[in-house]
């Protein structure tokens, strides 16, 4: 039998689709300070890591991600860009 807080995990990831494990570990990588959510500073690492020094590149990744405008991304919505853009994601799974 389930626990509340399993059930609520299983239903919150079914409402995402798919979550695999390559994603929580891609997640868990760029959120380095493990508070649940990637800040801009922790997506500026993330960027530079992957060649982009570039602030402006910096904030159009965050405003194309962080869909609720809280300056944060979120796990559901790290996941919908997941979903958007299985590619790279391969890719980034390949440096991380």
Do not use: W
């Not at 059930?7 to 760029?30: A, C, D, N, Y």
């Not at 801009?40 to 965050?62: F, K, P, Q, Y």
């Not at 300056?71 to 979903?83: G, L, S």
């Amino acid at each position: 039998m389930q626990t509340t807080n399993e059930l609520h995990l299983r239903l919150k990831r079914e409402s995402m689709g798919e979550v695999t494990p390559e994603m929580e570990r891609i997640f868990q990588r760029f959120d380095t300070d493990g508070d649940g959510k990637i800040s801009l500073t922790e997506l500026a690492e993330v960027l530079r890591t992957l060649g982009s020094t570039n602030a402006d590149d910096v904030n159009h990744v965050m405003a194309e991600i962080d869909t609720d405008g809280d300056d944060n991304i979120d796990f559901k919505e790290f996941i919908a860009f997941c979903h958007a853009n299985p590619g790279l994601v391969k890719d980034i799974a390949k440096v991380f």
